[in-house]
């Protein structure tokens, strides 16, 4: 099992930024690779970023390259997404997912563990 808590959230202006952290805890082969991913009111949840805690080429989705980085701090088992020039299409729920195998890490169907998610809000 893993626990996954998400913390971070919260109404930035377009332009600003906020630091997403996903506090893991539990087995740790359950944590072979970590992702965030998102939903907006009425959309499909999203992969928005996603790691192999191993090492390895991490996974943006195209609408946050360049604006987001995910990054992981192994002795605090904490996951961190940092969202730079935020756009008000980057409101939604945000959650931190986990599995202990990934082919596709934008893929939210690869994971089995979910936080209980953090809310963004961007206003123009």
């Known amino acids: 099992q893993v626990q996954l808590v998400e913390s971070g959230g919260g109404s930035v202006q377009a332009g600003g930024s906020l630091r997403l952290s996903c506090e893991a805890s539990?087995?740790?082969?359950?944590?072979?690779?970590m992702g965030w991913f998102r939903q907006a009111p009425g959309k499909k949840r999203e992969g928005v970023a996603g790691?192999?805690?191993?090492?390895?080429?991490?996974y943006y989705a195209d609408s946050v390259k360049g604006r987001f980085t995910i990054s992981q701090d192994i002795a605090k088992n904490t996951l961190t997404l940092q969202m730079n020039s935020l756009k008000p299409e980057d409101t939604a729920m945000y959650y931190c997912?986990?599995?202990?195998?990934?082919?596709?890490?934008?893929?939210?169907?690869?994971?089995?563990?979910w936080g209980q998610g953090t809310q963004v809000t961007v206003s123009s």
């Open positions: 539990g087995s740790t082969r359950n944590r072979y690779c």
């Open positions: 997912a986990s599995s202990s195998f990934c082919v596709r890490l934008g893929a939210d169907d690869e994971y089995h563990y």
């Open positions: 790691i192999y805690t191993g090492g390895g080429i991490p």
